[in-house]
Structure formats: C-alpha cells, structure tokens
C-alpha cells in the first residue's frame, strides 16, 4: 500500500492541488495538520477521492468551520490531537506537533508514526517504528514544498517529493 503524507499546507492551495496530483497514485492520505483556512478541506475532499485521515494543528483556529466542511466528503476523517489507525496490517500513528511526536515514537507503539509542526523533512526508523515528517507543503519557512510517499509493504518512503 501506498501513504501519501503531507503536513503544513498555511493555505497553499495551489501547491496542494499539485501535490494531490501527483498522490493520486497512493491508496491513502495522511494529514499532519495545519491546513489554516476552512476552504483547504474542499481542496483536499475535491481533489483526492481515497481515504484522507487527517488531525488539526496549532494554527487550525476554525475548527467549526474545518469539521463542517470535511462532513461534506465521506473519504475525509478527522481525529483529535493524535490519529490511530491500522491500514495494510500496520499501526500507524500521526500528530501535528514534533516535539510530542518524539516520545511517541520511542514508546514503539506504532510501526508507522508521521509528524509535522517544525516544517522539516526528516524520516527515520526508531526501535520497530519507523517515522516521517513529510515536511512543509508550503513552502513558506524553508522555501521547499515538501510531501512523502511511503510503501508500507517494504516501509521504505520514496525520496522526497519537492515543488
């Protein structure tokens, strides 16, 4: 199975609509948090037909708004704080926040645990867990537009995707 990760969209609706382009490829989609505004949800719900499982982040205010619109896509789930779910036979854990990810991911809970928040690309294996920050889809702190695609079959990521 094929993950597509993304994290830290700040509004960038065009560069989500290229990313989605090219995860139209993978069999789900993770969604690290800071979409921004409540019309990101209508881009992703829109755009992307699969599964999209997906938690808020810090700057996630209209959390009304957010949640009303992701009711008008039945693929989009939505979970508070810290997603789990178990697709193609693996844990996978995902969290906005990178600093609370770090001791999650060394609880060994998960065999898969994707983070976002410092709007770094970094992907590792700790213990059995392997984890991914797929970076910024923004662009707007590195000046990169980053996302990850992730086979969960061999748990090898792809190389980065960047805009």
């Known amino acids: 199975m ?18 989605l382009d090219i995860l139209q490829k993978t069999d789900a989609l993770i969604c690290c948090g800071d979409l921004c505004s409540p019309f990101v949800i209508r881009e992703l719900g829109t755009h992307y037909n699969k599964e999209i499982h997906l938690v808020l982040g810090n700057n996630d205010a209209d959390i009304f708004r957010i949640t009303q619109n992701s009711q008008n896509f039945p693929q989009i789930k939505m979970y508070p704080e810290i997603g789990d779910i178990i697709l193609a036979n693996k844990r ?11 001791p999650i991911i060394a609880s060994g809970w998960y065999d ?15 213990g ?12 707007v702190l590195t000046g990169k537009s980053t996302c990850a695609i992730l086979d969960t079959e061999d748990g090898l990521p792809e190389n980065p995707i960047i805009f």
């Open 2 to 19: 094929k993950l597509g990760i993304i994290s830290d969209i700040h509004d960038k609706v065009d560069i989500l609509r290229k990313a």
């Open 92 to 102: 996978i854990g995902f969290i906005h926040y990178d600093n609370l990810a770090r």
């Open 112 to 126: 898969i645990f994707c983070f976002g928040h410092n709007h770094q690309y970094e992907i590792g294996i700790e």
């Open 128 to 139: 059995k867990t392997r984890f991914i920050n797929p970076g910024e889809l923004s662009g």
